[in-house]
Every structure is written in structure tokens, then in C-alpha cells.
């Protein structure tokens, strides 16, 4: 069974930047495509990036492109969602999410584990 806790999420004005982390216990991290989903009030659960467990190709949104970065360090057991140029409707509830094995899919189905989520304030 894997946990992964997330951490980093805040306020921060619009043009701000965050980071958030997910840190993994209970499984063999390198062996987990990991992504990022967020959630907005009143909205379903979306996509916002993913990086494979092998080869750490990535893939992202359209919405986020040239403003988030996704990346790991499996020496820490831990995924990054770098964030930059954030804009009110980035706000929403982030979580990570795990696959073992999988591809960097933007279906929820396809991910095994789930953190808590972690809340991104976006102020104007």
C-alpha cells in the first residue's frame, strides 16, 4: 500500500509562484508514474501533469504549459509540481496520484493511490 502526502500549497497573489511536493512511502517509488490532478468548488477532478516511472518523459494540460513543471527525485520518494505564473483559476485543491507501471495517463481510473490534496490559493 502506498501513502503520499503532499505539502506546499497556500496563498499566493496572481504572478506568484509555488511549489508542491507529494512524498511516497510504502512502495518502490521509482516504479510509479505520478501525476498531478487538482479539483475546483463546484468542478470535477482535472489533470494537470504526470511523469512516467520510466524514462521520466512528462505531460501536461494545455492550460498549465510553460507556467508548471513536473518532476521527481526518487532518491526522496518524493514528486515536485513547480508552479509560476499562477492566475486566480489555478485555484483548486491539488492532488498527487500514483500508477505503478502506468503510463502518464490524464484518466483518474488509471491511478492506484491518492494523497489528501493539498488547498492552492490564487488571489487577484
Known amino acids: 500500500q502506498v501513502q503520499l502526502v503532499e505539502s506546499g500549497g497556500g496563498l499566493v497573489q496572481a504572478g506568484g509562484s509555488l511549489r508542491l511536493s507529494c512524498k511516497a512511502s510504502?512502495?518502490?517509488?521509482?516504479?510509479?508514474?505520478m501525476a498531478w490532478f487538482r479539483q475546483a468548488p463546484g468542478k470535477e477532478r482535472e489533470f494537470v501533469a504526470a511523469i512516467r516511472w520510466s524514462g521520466g518523459s512528462t505531460v501536461s494540460t494545455d492550460s498549465v504549459k510553460g507556467r508548471f513543471t513536473i518532476s521527481r527525485d526518487n532518491a526522496k520518494n518524493t514528486v515536485y509540481l513547480q508552479m509560476s505564473s499562477l492566475k486566480p483559476e489555478d485555484t483548486a485543491v491539488y492532488y498527487c496520484?500514483?500508477?505503478?507501471?502506468?503510463?502518464?495517463?490524464?484518466?483518474?481510473?488509471?491511478?492506484?493511490?491518492w494523497g489528501q490534496g493539498t488547498q492552492v490559493t490564487v488571489s487577484s
Open positions: 496520484a500514483a500508477a505503478r507501471f502506468g503510463d502518464t495517463s490524464s484518466r483518474t481510473y488509471h491511478y492506484d493511490y
Open positions: 510504502g512502495g518502490t517509488f521509482s516504479h510509479y508514474t
